[in-house]
């Protein structure tokens, strides 16, 4: 079983990654310097890494209410929305792009109204943002929501018959428990954020120095060819995502 589980790790995980960074490494007395921090490089991962903060903090504020009214509460639909919120799981992203399209472009039922209002989301940053916050919008609700779902409500019982009041205990009862549960969404919503780019190529301009993300700045290299360029912003982007998330599994470590 050890052998089967090295193997599969090795091979899914492991390899790919070694390959991609071998290739960098191989121009790395060439060209890597001078593409990989190239101005359009820097804007690009400047972009990328700021929306993807700001869709995961976002996310992770909302999400968290979201879990904790499903978990909570009971009213009319709440099976339907508790499935609603797995569907930009299972939504080609390029859908998501279009739906987008319809309803915010200029000529959409509600991008028309914004637009004469002077407020532009298509081949915006904004709209690069909404579309970051919609494909992952799932993951720190599906976080935190069976976490909520184990807590022993006769600890919180208990918490209010020796005089603590609904806050205390939510700060010292449930929020120690649920910080894990909480950084795993974050770092999974921010991941997914990083790594969009099936609606966001069609919500943005695609324009360097204005809405071009590194993803979609990959893809344009592979179209004209231009492998090494592409392989270096995929292992500088890789390279800093990794540095992320050692850092926040220390936090989350420290937790437990």
């Known amino acids: 079983m050890g052998i089967f589980i090295s ?43 700021s929306l993807s903060f700001i869709a995961c903090f976002i ?10 009214v499903l978990v909570r509460y009971n009213f009319p639909g709440k099976k339907i929305f508790d499935a609603i919120i797995d569907l930009p799981f299972s939504l080609p992203t390029s859908v998501a792009g279009l739906s987008f399209c319809a309803i915010y472009g200029s000529k959409g039922w509600l991008g028309g109204f914004l637009v004469k209002n002077g407020i532009q989301i298509v081949f915006t940053k904004l709209g690069i943002l909404l579309a970051m916050i919609f494909v992952s919008l799932p993951f720190v609700i599906r976080s935190v929501q ?18 603590a009041s609904s806050w205390q205990t939510f700060l010292k009862i449930l929020w120690p428990t649920l910080i894990p549960a909480l950084f795993t969404g974050m770092i999974l919503s921010f991941s997914r954020c990083i790594g969009e780019y099936g609606s966001i190529v069609l919500l943005s301009s695609n324009f360097p120095f ?36 050692l850092l926040a599994n220390i936090i989350i470590t420290s937790f437990k």
Do not use: H, R
């Open 7 to 49: 193997l599969y790790f090795l091979t899914f995980l492991v390899f790919p990654i070694i390959v991609l960074f071998s290739t960098s490494i191989g121009t790395f007395f060439y060209t890597f310097w001078s593409k990989a921090f190239a101005p359009v490089a820097l804007c690009t991962y400047q972009l990328s890494f």
């Open 59 to 68: 996310n992770t504020f909302f999400g968290f209410i979201v879990a904790w």
């Open 146 to 163: 069976p976490v909520l779902m184990e807590i022993d409500k006769q600890l919180e019982e208990a918490a209010w018959c020796l005089g």
């Open 210 to 245: 204005k809405d071009l993300i590194t993803p979609v700045l990959i893809f344009q290299c592979l179209e004209q060819y231009d492998y090494t360029g592409a392989t270096v912003f995929g292992s500088v982007l890789l390279f800093f995502c990794f540095c992320f998330f």
